[in-house]
Each structure stands twice: as C-alpha cells, then as structure tokens.
C-alpha cells in the first residue's frame, strides 16, 4: 500500500489524540505543525495558577511525544498561515508541506471583542502558556507590591475581576478565592480585604450547563467569599476601571477575561464556510464540505452531536473529534466506510477551589467536595499520566541518539 502523508497543524487535545491513532496504525507518515513545541494542558491551568503545581506538569514536549512514535513522525515548529487546497499544500511562516491528507487542530484563543475598548490591552487571558505564567507572575507582583508599601496590614481593597461565568471563569474564580482565603489564613492580614468578583452576562453561572453543577458551583462560589455580577456585560475596559452594560463602573486592580472563545486566527485565511466565531463547518464525517481530504478537530470546528445540538468546546470533545477524524482519514487511505460522528459527552468536571470539585458523569453519578474532587483528579492526572510516560519514550529515544544529553553529562 502505498504510504500517505498527513499532516496535523496543532498540537493540542484533539492533535495529539489524532497522532497517537495515525501513528499506531503504521501506514502513513505524519507531520505535527504547531507554533509552540510543546502541548498546553489548558485543563490544568488554574492548577499552575493556584501554584499547584508546576510548568512542566502542565506542558508535554511535542519534539520528544512524536519521536516516542518512531521514525514516521516528524515534529515541525512553525505558525500555519495558509492552505492551498488545489495543491495540498500547506504553507508556515518558515516551512511548506505538501499533504496527502490534511487533518485541522488548531484550537481557539480568547474571544477578545473588538466592540468592547480597551479589553485586548487590560486583561489577562490564559489560553496560552504564556499567558497563564504572565497572569500568573503578574497578579503575585502585584500583590507583593501592595503588601510592601502597606506593611503586610491591607488597609484599601484589592479586587480581582473575572469576566466570563463559563467553564474556565467559574474554575479561576474559585481557585483564586480559595487561594487567596488560604494565603490570608497562613498570612493573618496580608489577604485580608482582597475581594473576587465575577462577572457574568446570565443569571447563573455555567450558562447551558446542568442544573446540579449550577446550583453547586454558585453554592461553592459564594461560600469562598465571590461576589457574583449578574446580567452585567463588560462595555468597556480603562486601566483599573470597567465599565458594566454601559453605565456602571467597577474598580479594579487586576483583570481576567475568560468570556467565550473564537477559533484560531488560521480560519480567517481559509476561505471555507465558517459560524460566527470563525469555526469551520464540517460534514458528518468532519471533513470539510469543499475537500473531503482535509479534516476538522477540536474547537476549531462547529461540533454537532447527532441530534444537530451545539457540543461545546472542550478538552473531551477535542479529543472524541479527533478519535473520528483520524479514523476516517484510515478509513480513506484503506478504501473502506468512514463512520458519522457521534459525540457523546461522558461528564463534565468542574475545580471549585482546593479539594473541591462538582461532577457529574454519564448523566446520573453526581458528586460535589473531596468526592469530585477526587474523581477530577483521577481523570487529569491520568490524562497527564499517560502522555508523560509516552513522551519518555522520545526522551529516551533522544539520549540514545545524543549520549552528551544524559542527565548529569
Ligand atoms: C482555563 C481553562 C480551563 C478549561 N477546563 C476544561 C475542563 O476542565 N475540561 C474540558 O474538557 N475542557 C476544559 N477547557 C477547554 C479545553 O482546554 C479546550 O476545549 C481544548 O484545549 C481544545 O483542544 P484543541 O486541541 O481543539 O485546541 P488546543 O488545545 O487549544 O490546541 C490547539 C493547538 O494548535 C496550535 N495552533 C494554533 N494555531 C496554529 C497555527 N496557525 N499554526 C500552528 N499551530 C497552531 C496551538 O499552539 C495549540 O497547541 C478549559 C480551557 C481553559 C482555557
């Protein structure tokens, strides 16, 4: 058979899952693009803010990941630009690629509104490695800066503002409260006075989500001492001043905006149909309409279950997607029936703070504290478990080759 070539531009949730499939079936040679050169365990996020845990823990090397795969994985760093689908070929800022198959994994980045001034420029986002650590480094700065000139007793106020009551704006809000209720137990005054706010456009939190983890993360939230704005849209941002649905204004020292995603910036150079926040339309097998050779994974793509239902953009639904996606790819290169997509959400996991977490999964086992907590942590680490000991492969694959890059050389 002769041995196709695809290439996969991303390596998050949904391209690494893809890799590890194409990989193991031994028949095709694969290119991973991504711009960084190594997978962002967004997920694990607050974790690393919270300083739970550490950068390497929330990063996995891709150079080493497909070198743990063997000689028909190649990594490349580079930022896709274009794609010319009448010559399948892609084309990066420093590199070109010629495809056979073609499978996008690009993810999303914060949907930072171009109606809303100011936004972009005063406040942190945390898509990114980058942008976690900055936030991160940022907020402790500011915080050390405010204790040094007030001599440890916090005589103003200091608030953080979270903007977005999704997913990821209810998992910092928590742990940023719950972080900070510790600091301050640990610290006696210094904390004291350091306020949460979180500011949302609905009613409740998790918007859409089940009613069980709404009711359990308000609870949570406000029980760690957040205070909850709602039907309030953020109209326009000042340094330390927001203003909420044109009229009021909020004070603030130190702003998070975790209010939606659009897709990555790659869309908007593919002329192909898109929804409104730039995510590819895709077929029933995730293949673009246009070119049955290119395939869609992720958040980058408009995911439908099999009723037409919105699936939301998630780390499970990246990865389902592209369990789909490569096996179809197979599916084509072997001339055999590719299958629908049939997403199926198994649970949704939610971080509240510390040893505490609300979970609910296969629509009937529901649990809230250290339970969740647990079960959260079981679902992550593993996660993190599994791709770490497949990337020391690479690793060791690498010191084979290298001998003077063993520890302690
Ligand atoms: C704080 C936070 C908490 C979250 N918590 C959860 C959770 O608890 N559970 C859950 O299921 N989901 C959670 N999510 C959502 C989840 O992380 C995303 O849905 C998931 O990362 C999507 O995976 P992906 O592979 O589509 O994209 P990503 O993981 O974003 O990966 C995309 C990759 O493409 C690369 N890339 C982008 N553009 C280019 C280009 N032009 N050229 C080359 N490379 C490119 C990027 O560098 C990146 O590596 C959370 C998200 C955040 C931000």
Request: glycine content about 10%; aromatic content about 8%; some cysteine.
């Given at each position: 058979m002769k041995r196709h070539?695809?290439?996969?531009?991303?390596?998050?949730?949904?391209?690494?899952?893809?890799?590890?499939?194409?990989?193991?079936?031994?028949?095709?040679?694969?290119?991973?693009?991504?711009?960084?050169?190594?997978?962002?365990?967004?997920?694990?996020?607050?974790e690393l803010i919270a300083n739970e845990c550490s950068m390497t823990m929330v990063s996995i090397d891709l150079v080493a990941l497909c070198l743990s795969y063997g000689e028909q994985v190649l990594y490349v760093k580079d930022t896709v630009r274009e794609i010319d689908f009448e010559n399948m070929?892609?084309?990066?800022?420093?590199?070109?690629?010629?495809?056979?198959?073609?499978?996008?994994c690009a993810g999303s980045r914060t949907a930072y509104h171009s109606s809303v001034p100011g936004l972009r420029e005063h406040s942190h986002g945390v898509k990114t490695l980058s942008n976690s650590l900055a936030f991160k480094q940022q907020f402790e700065q500011r915080l050390?800066?405010?204790?040094?000139?007030?001599?440890?007793?916090r005589t103003e106020s200091f608030n953080i503002v979270i903007g977005g009551g999704g997913l990821s704006g209810v998992e910092i809000a928590a742990e940023m409260a719950f972080y900070i209720r510790q600091f301050h137990l640990d610290n006696t005054l210094t904390c004291d006075n350091i306020h949460v706010f979180l500011i949302i456009p609905h009613e409740n939190v998790l918007d859409g989500i089940e009613e069980y983890l709404v009711q359990q993360?308000?609870?949570?939230?406000?029980?760690?001492?957040?205070?909850?704005?709602?039907?309030?849209?953020?109209?326009?941002?000042?340094?330390?001043?927001?203003?909420?649905?044109?009229?009021?204004?909020?004070?603030?020292?130190?702003?998070?905006?975790?209010?939606?995603?659009?897709?990555?910036?790659?869309?908007s150079a593919i002329d192909v149909p898109?929804?409104?926040?730039?995510?590819?339309?895709?077929d029933d097998y995730l293949a673009l309409p246009s070119c049955e050779k290119v395939f869609v994974?992720?958040?980058?793509?408009?995911?439908?279950?099999?009723?037409?239902?919105?699936?939301?953009?998630?780390?499970?639904s990246a990865e389902q997607s592209a369990e789909y996606a490569a096996k179809n790819i197979l599916a084509l290169m072997k001339n055999e029936t590719m299958s629908p997509v049939d997403l199926r959400m198994r649970g949704t996991l939610i971080a509240l703070g510390g040893k505490y977490a609300s979970v609910s999964l296969l629509g009937w086992i529901r649990f809230s504290g250290l339970v969740g907590y647990w079960i959260k942590t079981i679902v992550m680490r593993s996660y993190r478990f599994r791709i770490h000991l497949q990337c020391a492969k690479g690793v060791q694959l690498l010191q084979k080759k290298k001998p003077s890059c063993r520890k302690g050389f």
């Open positions: 070539r695809v290439v996969i531009v991303g390596g998050g949730y949904a391209g690494v899952k893809a890799l590890k499939i194409l990989a193991a079936s031994g028949i095709c040679d694969i290119v991973l693009i991504d711009q960084h050169p190594y997978h962002f365990l967004q997920t694990d996020a607050y070929h892609v084309v990066g800022e420093n590199s070109g690629h010629s495809f056979d198959y073609l499978l996008l050390y800066e405010k204790m040094e000139s007030e001599g440890g007793w993360a308000t609870k949570r939230l406000l029980q760690l001492g957040v205070k909850i704005i709602n039907h309030s849209r953020i109209t326009s941002v000042e340094e330390h001043t927001m203003t909420l649905n044109e009229k009021e204004s909020v004070y603030f020292d130190f702003m998070i905006f975790a209010g939606g995603i659009v897709a990555s910036t790659l869309t898109k929804n409104k926040k730039g995510q590819l339309i895709v994974a992720g958040d980058i793509a408009e995911l439908r279950g099999k009723k037409g239902n919105l699936i939301p953009p998630t780390a499970q």
